[in-house]
């Protein structure tokens, strides 16, 4: 990709966004922040199901305070306040 190129973040869903004028230095970086943009969206449905199973769970099975963790990404993740 060369300076000025624009590069598409897509899912099978939707166009995330428009990424353009990219320093090459940073390819690699830019690169993996694309796949992680990509990614967002399983991600957070993932941590949705372990939220929704967590009560299921017994505090033997799971680290100490990661449903807690878990909860927190959500809200960072959709904005909500704790």
């Known amino acids: ?3 000025g190129d624009v590069m598409h973040i897509v899912t ?4 995330i966004c428009e990424m353009a ?3 090459l230095a940073y390819q690699a970086e830019r690169d993996a922040n694309a796949r992680l943009i990509a ?3 399983d991600l957070l449905e ?3 199901e372990l939220s929704d199973s967590a009560k299921y769970w017994s505090e033997y099975d ?3 305070g990661i449903v807690d963790r878990i909860r ?3 809200q960072k993740a959709t904005g ?3």
């Not at 099978?12 to 166009?15: F, I, Q, T």
């Open 1 to 3: 990709m060369a300076l």
């Open 46 to 48: 993932v941590l949705q």
């Open 21 to 23: 004028n990219w320093d």
């Open 62 to 64: 799971v680290p100490v």
């Open 39 to 41: 990614a967002a969206p």
């Open 72 to 74: 927190q990404a959500i």
């Open 12 to 15: 099978p869903d939707c166009h």
């Open 80 to 82: 909500e306040t704790p």
